[in-house]
């Protein structure tokens, strides 16, 4: 079944974002985004798989779960070796390299993408 039909099927085509701007504000503050940066709130009826040209979407729990700009050097080269943009993580995902990053740190070892290699495996949302 393809993602398409599963996501009509479970209703998820019909899931809207329901931030206020009063959240968004919070969140942008909370995070240290500014509208310099290009934070705005989507339209009733916009997807997060459909963003305005030269936008990204990013889930305020992907925020929640570590993110942070600028982002890291180590997290571009794990884009890069991956072929993936960040639009495409999911929150667990990013708290899982969040937390990869933090314990190299931790330990003293400079997060590295063959080190994470290792340790995890880049799957799809359908794995």
Known sequence: MSNEKMARELGIEDLFSTLSQASLERVASQYGLCPLDG???PRPTQHMKDPPPDKVGIYVKTMEAGLR???????????????????????????????????????????????????????SSED
């Open 39 to 41: 934070v705005f709130l």
């Open 69 to 123: 700009f600028p982002i890291s050097k180590f997290l571009e080269d794990l884009f890069s070796h991956y072929f993936i943009h960040i639009s495409q993580l999911k929150p667990n995902s990013m708290f899982k390299i969040v937390a990869f990053e933090l314990m190299c740190k931790a330990k003293k070892v400079g997060p590295c993408v063959p080190l994470f290699r290792i340790l995890y495996r880049l799957s």
